[in-house]
């Protein structure tokens, strides 16, 4: 049986990746990856990705977890290669809701960031 709160935070993935209004190829390619890696299954997916616009963003407990979303949907974010507007607004939204700082969250972001750039330039 899936872990709801594995369930819960993956489909909040998917709501961000959703929020510019398509799904990218790249996110598509991530989010298989990380649904292999919490145990997914494949229909399971392809039935969140079938129904990622009726998603709505569960907020974590567990303030381990908060940070952790936080950092995959950056990752997520950043997969495609850029930064929608829709993506940051979600992600702001929810680094708020979650109680973290701007200044928390921007130096979240840049760490996420440089080491995207960094995984791109090798």
Do not use: C
């Not at 369930?7 to 190829?25: P, Q, V």
């Not at 494949?42 to 079938?50: A, C, G, H, P, Q």
């Not at 995959?72 to 973290?100: Q, S, T």
């Amino acid at each position: 049986m899936l872990d709801h709160i594995k369930l819960a935070h993956f489909r909040n993935l998917i709501s961000l990746s959703a929020a510019d209004g398509k799904i990218e190829e790249l996110e598509r390619v991530a989010l298989a990856k990380i649904a292999y890696e919490k145990g997914i299954p494949l229909d399971r997916l392809n039935l969140m990705l079938d129904r990622a616009d009726e998603y709505k963003y569960l907020i974590p407990l567990d303030d381990s977890e908060k940070e952790q979303q936080l950092e995959d949907m950056i990752e997520l974010a950043l997969a495609d290669g850029e930064f929608a507007p829709a993506e940051r607004e979600l992600i702001n939204i929810v680094a708020d809701k979650l109680g973290v700082s701007k200044s928390a969250l921007d130096k979240l972001i840049e760490t996420a960031t440089s080491t995207s750039r960094q995984a791109n330039s090798q």
